[in-house]
């Protein structure tokens, strides 16, 4: 699965909004509650929700902490910025291709969102 987000990338996040399975989050580290963490919401569990990440060999998520109470749920990531190309890429293929993907939604919409919620269910 590609990841969602790259380094460099920003978030513009609604801070209080309702979580869905599927969203991605902003959290704080429930073992680390100084340390904010991005993750998607998979579901409702008992306890709050189960998040993991979009890489399934790094288990920063729910699969090493359990399901993350809602108080520490901080936000709802809404959009992703990618930073512009850098200054030895400034042609305007280079330009034109970054203009068509800064700005993108982070939620899967649709049935996409739903068949992942269960593929990730089902690992």
């Known amino acids: 699965m590609v990841p969602t987000l790259n380094p460099g990338d920003q978030l513009v996040v609604r801070y ?6 599927g969203d991605v989050v902003v959290m704080r580290h429930p073992f680390r509650q100084d340390l904010l963490i991005v993750k998607r919401a998979v579901e409702r569990r008992a306890g709050g929700w ?24 901080v936000a709802r990531a809404w959009l992703r910025l990618r930073p512009p190309p850098g200054a030895g890429q400034r042609s305007a293929g ?14 899967v919409a649709g049935s996409a969102g739903r068949s992942l919620s269960r593929r990730l269910r089902a690992r």
């Not at 209080?16 to 399975?21: C, D, I, K, M, Q």
């Open 16 to 21: 209080g909004a309702v979580v869905r399975p």
């Open 50 to 73: 189960w998040v993991m990440g979009d890489n399934p060999l790094v288990e920063n998520d729910s699969r090493e902490f359990g399901a993350v109470p809602d108080e520490f749920v």
């Open 94 to 107: 280079a330009l034109l291709s970054w203009a068509a993907s800064a700005v993108r939604p982070v939620r």
